[in-house]
T-cell receptor, first 114, second 110 residues
């Protein structure tokens, strides 16, 4: 039973490029959460999605960041026109339902912006 | 506002017991989680409390007092592999959003 999958594990981009991070939840999980961990800081919630719906995006920066979870395929976190401050580890977590279930984390994507 | 506090660093000896405290102030409390995170790796689920009291799982136990906004993680019979960061997280409201503390880096020494 595969866990949460994320790819790529490491991503290097130059300032101004786009970054696409992918997350496949655990089998049977339909809820996906994205978190960001800046160097020497704690995990910060970004967005919560269900299939084809954004439920809570209160942690997403207002510009350049977007997320989707289509009916088929992985969830995508997209960062346009990356800046050095976007360098961080981006973790995806999934859960079967919302109110009582544990979130299980993927291995993360480490984004480095040159 | 939402605030979760835990000590930044702790050191303990192999074979000993260590308690990592976490205090929180959040709205819409809906459960408290402890995760373990080794450097460069994903957080791994350790325990979950939603009611007051102690939850025991092998060498790990977690306690919650909702009236005091307080939790602790207790690790017994420490092993070198327990050296890691321990993250306290509160679930806020019904969307499942987790609010994390800064994490406590535990170093286990021989």
């Amino acid at each position: 039973n595969a866990g949460v999958m994320q790819n790529p594990r490491h991503l290097v981009r130059r300032r101004g490029q786009e970054a696409r991070l992918r997350c496949s939840p655990m089998k049977g999980h339909s809820h996906v959460y994205w978190y960001r961990q800046l160097p020497e800081e704690g995990l910060k919630f970004m967005v919560y999605l269900q299939k084809e719906n954004i439920i809570d995006e209160s942690g997403m920066p207002k510009e350049r960041f977007s997320a989707e979870f289509p009916k088929e395929g992985p969830s995508i976190l997209r960062i346009q026109q990356v800046v050095r401050g976007d360098s961080a580890a981006y973790f995806c977590a999934s859960s079967p339902t919302v109110s009582t279930d544990t979130q299980y984390f993927g291995p993360g994507t480490r984004l480095t912006v040159l | 506002g939402q605030n979760i506090d835990q000590p930044t660093e702790m050191t303990a000896t192999e074979g000993a017991i260590v308690q990592i405290n976490c205090t929180y102030q959040t709205s819409g409390f809906n459960g408290l989680f402890w995760y373990q995170q080794h450097a460069g790796e994903a957080p791994t689920f350790l325990s979950y409390n939603v009611l007051d009291g102690l939850e025991e799982k092998g060498r790990f136990s977690s306690f919650l007092s909702r009236s005091k906004g307080y939790s602790y993680l207790l690790l017994k019979e420490l092993q070198m592999k327990d050296s890691a960061s321990y993250l306290c997280a509160v679930r806020s409201g019904n969307t499942g959003k987790l609010i994390f503390g800064q994490g406590t880096t535990l170093q286990v020494k021989p």
